[in-house]
C-alpha cells in the first residue's frame, strides 16, 4: 500500500565531499528534530554556505511527490563577529559574500576553516523559520516503522527513518 510521508533530505554532488542523506517521516515535528540534528554539526552549516548543498523537504501523499521546499530561504545562521547568513537557494547567499573569507593571509582564520574544522564553538546559531513554510498536511495512511517507499529519483527503497546513500 502507498503511504504519505516527509523526506527531508541533504546533501551535495558527490567531488571533495559527499553527503546524500534522507529522513523519511510521519510527523513535522519529526522533521523539525532531524534538521536540528544536522545543523549541529558545523561541517553541514559549512556544506550550505561554501559547497552549495541541496537542502529539501519533499512531500509524499499515497507515494507520489507532490511538493519540494527548499529550506534554504527559511534558514538563519547567527556567528558571532559575522552579519546573520540568509539564503535565497542553494549557493545563493543573501547579502553575504563567501568569496571576501577566502582572502585571509591565515587560512585559519578564515570562516570556511573554522566550520569545516568544528571551530566556531559556542558561537554559532542556527534559526529555521518554520512559521513561514507551508508544508502540507499528510493524508490517508502514514509511513510507520518497516515501511519501504519509492523516493523521487532514487533507484533503491528506503525505510522509516535516517538513511545515507552515498556511494
Given amino acids: 500500500m502507498l503511504r504519505s ?9 558527490p567531488g ?5 542523506v534522507h529522513y523519511v517521516r510521519r510527523t513535522l515535528e519529526e522533521v523539525k528534530h ?6 549541529l554539526d558545523q ?7 561554501y559547497y552549495g548543498a541541496w537542502l529539501n523537504l519533499d512531500v509524499y501523499q499515497n507515494g507520489k ?6 529550506l534554504h530561504p ?3 545562521i547567527s556567528i558571532e563577529g559575522c552579519p546573520p ?4 537557494g542553494p549557493q545563493q547567499p543573501v547579502d553575504h559574500s563567501f568569496d571576501l573569507d577566502e582572502e585571509s593571509e591565515d587560512d585559519s582564520s578564515e570562516l570556511s576553516h573554522r566550520m569545516w574544522h568544528r571551530r566556531l564553538g559556542q558561537r554559532v546559531g542556527i534559526t529555521v523559520h518554520w512559521d513561514s513554510i507551508n508544508v502540507p498536511p ?16 532514487r533507484p533503491c527503497p528506503a525505510s522509516y527513518g535516517y538513511q545515507d546513500f552515498r556511494g
Avoid: Q
Fill in 85 to 88: 547568513i540568509t539564503f535565497s
Fill in 43 to 49: 561541517r553541514n552549516i559549512y556544506l550550505l554556505c
Fill in 138 to 153: 499528510l493524508y490517508r495512511r502514514t509511513v510507520s516503522e518497516g515501511d519501504s517507499v519509492a523516493l523521487y529519483r
Fill in 65 to 70: 511527490r507532490t511538493e519540494s521546499i527548499d
Fill in 34 to 39: 532531524d534538521l536540528s540534528v544536522e545543523l
Fill in 74 to 76: 527559511f534558514l538563519e
Fill in 5 to 13: 510521508f516527509y523526506d527531508l533530505n541533504f546533501g551535495v554532488h
Fill in 16 to 20: 571533495g565531499t559527499e553527503k546524500d
